[in-house]
Structure formats: C-alpha cells, structure tokens
C-alpha cells in the first residue's frame, strides 16, 4: 500500500513562487515601503530558473526535445547553472559556450551540474568563428534535435517572467504595488513582469537599472546605440553592450544608471542588515531606490518592490572578499577584519 508521504516529486517543482520579503533596515531611512523578491530561493538560486524551465518546457511541447536531446546556451553564470539543473533532471545534454574570462569557479560549478564546457577566447568579435556565440550556433547546427536558448533575442524569456513573476507579484501584494524596480541584463525579467503588471495597473512606474558602461539608458532615451557608452565594469548580468531583442523598451518607464563601487557597498549593506545573502545586481537595485529616493521619486504611500536576482554564495571571491574589495579600491585595506584565530 501506498502511504501519503509530503515531497516534492522533483526539484523542478520548486521554481517560482518565490518569497516577497519587507525590507526593515536597508529601507529604513526612505520614504515609502520596500519589498524584495527574493529569487535566491529558488533551487538553482537565482531568477534564471524561471526563463530555463519555461523555455525547455516549451521547445518539449512543440515536440523540439526528446530525452536525450541537447541544450545549448552561451553563458557563464546563472542561465547555465539553471540550464544545467534541469538537464540533468529531465535527462537532457547540456552544452555551455562560455568566454576564457570566466573565472575558473564559474567553470567548475557548471563541470560539477554536469555541463559539458566549452572556453572560448574572449577577445574576438561576436562574429569571429571562435567566439562563444559562434561556438554554439555551430554546435547547435551540427546537434540534430538540439535548442539553443539564445536568452538575449529569445522572447519566450521576457514570457517566462509574464506568466510567472508578474502574477506572484501582483497576488502578493494584493494590487497595491505602486513601482517596480528590476536590474536590465537581456531585459526578460523587467519586460515580462512590467508588461503583466501594467496590464493589471497601467499606473505603476516601471524603473530599470542599467550599469555605467552599458548602452540600454541612453538607448531607450535616443533610440540609438551609442559606443561612446560602452566601457568595462564589474557588475556582472546588468547592462549591456548591444540591444537585446527580449527587453520591452517600451514598457520601461526610466533607467537609472548604478556604479560597481556603490552597489557592491549596497549588496554587502543588504546580506548584513536584513540577513538576506544577496548577490551583486541585489546590490545594484537597491543602490537604484536609494538613488531615486533622493530624487523624490517616492512618497508614504508608495509600495515598491525590487527584484533580488540570486544568491550571495555566487560571488564570494568577488563582493564579499574584502582583499577582492580593496583590490577594486572600494576598500581601504584598513579596514580588513581578519577572523580571530585560535592558536593551538
Ligand atoms: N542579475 C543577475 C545576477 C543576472 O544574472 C541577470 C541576468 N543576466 C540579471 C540580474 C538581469 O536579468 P534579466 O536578464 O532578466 O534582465
């Protein structure tokens, strides 16, 4: 006989439905109340869950997929590890194109969920036949029943978040959200939730944070891409050097611009007064509200909720290193704290 036992059938069960979590300390000195969307609860830790399921469940009911079919994605980061999860649950091969500037780490924790790697040196063109793009519109050519996720010019991502993070929002704050404010990388999670939201409440303000040295603010302000903007930075997956086709433009009220320095502080000020361990672009939203706090963008009544893309635990030999810190000159060596130790 079968006894009733409480579990999930799998892991994939658990994506989305993320908490909405008040912020009591971070938020204390502003004008208004502030929310988080905590994607950092998901099981592959981070908002990218959500895109991938969506994505592969889709590619599955047109008959694209079959058991043992690959998938394919340029991407170091979250995708990947998100890509790689569910691959291994629903039996997929999973191929990662990722550039040589991706930290050995990054690497490893992709080897260790499974994915079969391949580096590609960063310094060519997008077009050149070595670079990652390349790489996987290649493998994807030469892999009979394979997907290529193509997350930045693929609009089932911004959907994903349509039929997902949109709806848990507006549920969990019962319509009364005023302003929602989310970090722009390919764009998926501000378009999809802001096209849900506004169709919900056309007043609500959408705000997007873009990175010093990406395009996407003065593109949406000029409708031009200007390479004057284009420099390096720090924060990884915000911002932009091209205009990714899955960002809804439109439905983007304003962008504010954010720095590496400051958001970092922002990201390491989160994890120590809330005790939520964020990751960088956590830092970056927030560092956003503070901005337009100043400006007067809120008042009492306003009810804002900020997403809080992934975990903290992704970026411990960055943020959350103080020597990584003093290195960017964000810190002043002064101010390392080395642990007590114990002498034995
Ligand atoms: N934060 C992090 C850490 C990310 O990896 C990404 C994805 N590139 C974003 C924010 C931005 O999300 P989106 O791509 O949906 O705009």
Redo the contacts with the bound molecule.
């Keep these: 006989m079968e006894h009733k036992i409480n579990a999930y059938n799998n892991l994939l069960e658990l994506i989305g439905n993320t908490p909405l979590i008040k912020l009591n300390k971070v938020a204390a000195p502003l004008t208004g109340n502030f929310y988080a969307k905590v994607e950092g609860f998901n099981p592959g830790h ?3 869950d959500r895109i991938a399921i969506h994505i592969i469940e889709e590619a599955e009911r047109r008959g694209i997929l079959k058991k043992g079919s690959t998938i394919i994605e340029t991407t170091s ?2 995708t990947g590890f998100s890509i790689a999860m569910i691959s291994i649950i629903k039996g997929y091969d999973c191929i990662l194109a990722v550039s040589s500037k991706s930290s050995q780490d990054k690497i490893d924790m992709l080897r260790s969920m499974g994915a079969k790697v391949y580096v590609c040196p960063a310094h060519v063109s997008a077009d050149d036949p070595r670079s990652y793009y390349e790489v996987a519109k290649r493998l994807h050519e030469e892999t009979e029943g394979s997907i290529y996720i193509n997350q930045y010019f693929n609009e089932l991502n911004a959907d994903a978040h349509y039929h997902s993070t949109g709806p848990e929002i507006w549920d969990q704050t019962n319509g009364h959200i005023t302003h929602f404010i989310a ?8 378009s999809g939730t802001a096209k849900y939201l506004k169709e919900q409440n056309p007043e609500i303000r959408v705000i997007g944070v873009d990175a010093y040295g990406s395009v996407l603010k003065k593109y949406h302000e000029t409708g031009e891409l200007d390479n004057n903007e284009i420099y390096p930075y720090r924060i ?3 911002g932009k050097n091209l205009i990714p086709t899955a960002t809804n433009f439109k439905i983007i009220d304003e962008f504010v611009k954010v720095t590496d320095e400051e958001s970092a502080h922002t990201a390491r000020e989160i994890s120590r007064s809330e005790g939520i361990f964020v ?3 956590s830092g970056a939203v927030m560092q956003a509200v503070k901005q337009l706090n100043e400006l007067g963008e809120f008042d009492e009544n306003s009810n804002v909720v900020v997403i809080f ?2 975990h903290g635990s992704r970026y411990m030999s960055k943020i959350y290193s103080d020597q990584w810190m003093a290195d960017q000159g964000f810190f002043d060596t002064k101010n390392i704290e080395e642990p007590q130790k114990i002498e034995f």
């Design positions: 981070s908002a990218k980061g979250n970090c722009s990388g390919t764009g998926g999670t501000i990884e997956g915000l990751g960088y672009t893309p992934d």
